[in-house]
């Protein structure tokens, strides 16, 4: 079994999500090729060789620096082809994910999205999915020969497994029908940590009464290493950037650590946080609804208890 991955990456850099994608793709068994597509830091590139990938190859032709559905579904469709792979495995993401889709109707392939476990072969080939935003899981048979899959964060342990391999130049034939799409503008999170690739997220609500109060959050966020979130009311009224909006019509996160400070706990908000691994909940108000979802709670106020929280990690480190 031959499998492809599409490594993505940012500002030169491969996101740790599909690193997390190679990794199930070895435990998937069979034999792994990377492809990254337009300009990407060699060493990076290279170093996926410790998640398990045999092979990487590069399409570095500056055409691809901008992220084009149609686009990237051709180059990732002619490398498949190329290496003999029949799956292809990407991170479950803004751009994975629709990618994916237009590979599978290419290829007429079986594909599935938001996949939380490695395959069930014993049978077939059958995956677990995460649907209705988490609240329910699918087992879905793929039946066709070349599958598509998506991969949730934390579907894999991000584990090195091998050792940095030489990267091979791919280039692929580009389409220019396939360019008639253009991005025109993108703007970019001002946080050096993202929320979809942080494995630490610090959120606030209303609770916390207005933006000028958000450098204790912020504070607790850098001692910890971690990204800034928020729920809707606060990116509606302007508190914070809607790039931090947490929840089903926002950004939904699968971070090892989700710390809620000030958040009642709407449906809406723990739809975007329950793929999680373990959630603290501050508040002050004991019978707050996300108390239920919560791992760990804390009833207090959080003008008292953040700071303290923060003076004791920094004292722990």
Known sequence: MKTLVFVEQAEG???????????????????VTAVALGTVDATALGDVGRYGAVKILHASDAKLDHPVIQVFASVLIQAMEQEGCDNLV???????????????????????SNVVELPDTSSGFVVKRSIYTGKAFATVGMTATKKVITIKKNAAALKESGSPVSVTAFAPKLDDKDFNTKIVSTEKASTAISLPEADIVV?????????????????????LGAATGCSKPVSDMGWRPHHEHVGQTGVKVAPQLYIAVGISGAIQHLAGVNASKC??????????????????????DAFEVVPKLTSALKAAK
Do not use: Q
């Open 90 to 112: 990407l991170a479950n993401s803004s751009l994975g994910t629709p990618v994916a889709a237009k590979v599978a109707v290419r290829l007429s392939a079986s594909f599935a």
């Open 13 to 31: 850099k491969i996101k740790s999500t599909s690193l997390e994608a190679v990794c199930y793709a070895k435990l998937m068994g069979g034999e």
């Open 203 to 223: 959120s606030g609500g209303r609770g916390m009464k207005g933006p000028e109060h958000w450098a204790i959050l912020e504070e607790l966020a850098a001692t």
């Open 279 to 300: 959630i603290v909940v501050i508040n002050k108000d004991a019978d707050a609804p996300f108390f239920k979802a919560a791992d760990y709670g804390i009833v207090g």
